[in-house]
């Protein structure tokens, strides 16, 4: 199925593109690849070291039910341990696995992207303090209630 996909796309692309265009968007196509692959074999490797590492009965009396403490702290792990878009499948993939709960997995799904440690400085240093702070807030209650809910719906 991807095989026919890509040769439609490459086909479309053909007609629509000049040759300079099509050897602008391989190269940057090229580009992109060349930085993501990395990130990504060095997400999977840390998560395998990880998994390794963490005792699955730490991760599980922590997280592995579907409680308000147990969704702030996904939320709270979110903020301070930032990863990549393409890494959090790895990482999330080892915390099912160690024994968290899939509504404070949620949680910290929804709050990584969002509130990292170095966004809040950033956000901070563009609205202000008390915009930064009430906008803290409700990402993490926003997302601690919506893994609360997700988890009630799935178990």
Known sequence: MEAILI?????????????????????????????????????????GVAR????????????????????FIGVLFGVF???????????????????????PLLAYLLADPELSFQSILITNTVIGKKKTAVYVLLVTIFSTISGLLFGWFIS
């Open 7 to 47: 040769t439609a796309s490459w086909i479309a692309a053909k007609r629509a593109f000049s040759k300079q265009e099509l050897g602008n968007w391989l190269w940057e196509t090229w580009r992109f690849v060349k930085q993501i692959l990395p990130l990504l074999l060095a997400g999977v490797f840390i998560a």
């Open 81 to 103: 341990m930032y990863f990549p878009t393409l890494v959090e499948v790895p990482v999330a993939q080892t915390f099912l696995s160690l024994g968290m709960h899939r509504g």
């Open 52 to 71: 390794g590492l963490i005792p699955g009965n730490w991760i599980a009396s922590i997280a592995g039910k579907n409680t308000v403490g147990a969704n």
